[in-house]
C-alpha cells in the first residue's frame, strides 16, 4: 500500500522559534496534500490543503502567515510553525491522495509538537 | 456538505465480547465510507472503506461494517473484542479527493 512518511516525529522547541514538518509519499504521486491537527482526546481537524505547485488552501481560523505550507514536488509537502508558541503545541498528522484510481488518503504517523 | 455522526465518545467492552461502535451518516446521495483507527501517538490506519460495491465490508483485524441505507448507518463491528483494539475509532465520508472530515471519534477501552 502507499506509504506517508513524516519527519520528524516528535520535536520540542522553545517558544517563539520556527519548527517545520516534513511529508513525504515515499511510493507514489501525491497531487494532494492535507494538514492536520489533533489535540489530545479530539478529533482531527484539517488546517490546509495544498496542491502541488499551487499556495495551500486554508481552512477559517487558520493564519497561514503561521502555518507556512509549501509543496513544491509530487512527494514533498512541509508545514512550517512560525514564532511557535505553548498553544500550538499538538498532534500534527499529514496525509497524501492522488494515488490513480484511488479516493483514500494515506495519513503519515504524525509529529508531536511542544512549545515550551 | 456530507457529515457524519459517532454515537458515543467512549466505548468500553470484555475481552472476547462483541464490540459496536456507532456511525451515522447525514446526505441524500450515499458517499464512500470511511472507518479509521488511531493507536495512541500514531497516525491513522485504514481499517476499511464501503464504496457502493458490497453493503458488508471485511476489513483489517476482525472488523467488518455494515452499509444501511434505510438507517444511513455504518456500523463498525467485531465479534470478539482483544486487548490490542483499544484504540480511537474514526468514521468519515469522502466525496472524493477533497479532505476528509472526520467524526469526533469513538475511543475503545478493552477490559481484561
Known amino acids: 500500500g502507499a506509504v506517508v512518511s513524516q519527519h520528524p516525529s516528535w520535536v520540542i522547541c522553545k517558544s517563539g522559534t520556527s519548527v517545520k514538518i516534513e511529508c513525504r509519499s515515499l511510493?507514489?504521486?501525491?497531487?494532494?496534500m492535507f494538514w492536520y491537527r489533533q489535540f489530545p482526546k479530539q478529533s482531527l481537524m484539517l488546517m490546509a490543503t495544498?496542491?502541488?505547485?499551487?499556495?495551500?488552501?486554508?481552512e477559517q481560523g487558520v493564519e497561514k502567515d503561521k502555518f507556512l505550507i509549501n509543496h513544491a514536488s509530487l512527494t514533498l509537502s512541509t508545514l512550517t510553525v512560525t514564532s511557535a508558541h505553548p498553544e500550538d503545541s499538538s498532534f500534527y498528522i499529514c496525509?497524501?491522495?492522488?494515488?490513480?484510481?484511488?479516493?483514500?488518503?494515506?495519513f503519515g504517523p504524525g509529529t508531536r509538537l511542544t512549545v515550551l | 456538505a456530507q457529515s457524519v455522526t459517532q454515537l458515543g465518545s467512549h466505548v468500553s467492552v470484555s475481552e472476547g465480547a462483541l464490540v459496536l461502535l456507532r456511525c451515522n451518516y447525514s446526505?441524500?446521495?450515499?458517499?464512500?465510507l470511511f472507518w479509521y483507527v488511531q493507536y495512541p501517538n500514531q497516525g491513522l490506519q485504514l481499517l476499511l472503506k464501503?464504496?457502493?460495491?458490497?453493503?458488508l465490508v471485511k476489513g483489517i483485524n476482525g472488523f467488518e461494517a455494515e452499509f444501511k441505507k434505510s438507517e444511513t448507518s455504518f456500523h463498525l463491528t467485531k465479534p470478539s473484542a482483544h486487548m490490542s483494539d483499544a484504540a480511537e475509532y474514526f468514521c468519515a465520508p469522502d466525496s472524493g479527493n477533497t479532505p476528509l472530515v472526520f467524526g469526533k471519534g469513538t475511543r475503545l477501552s478493552v477490559i481484561a
Open positions: 446526505s441524500s446521495v450515499p458517499p464512500y
Open positions: 464501503y464504496t457502493s460495491a458490497a453493503t
Open positions: 511510493d507514489f504521486q501525491a497531487t494532494t
Open positions: 496525509s497524501a491522495s492522488g494515488l490513480a484510481g484511488f479516493n483514500e488518503q494515506f
Open positions: 495544498s496542491n502541488e505547485g499551487s499556495k495551500a488552501t486554508y
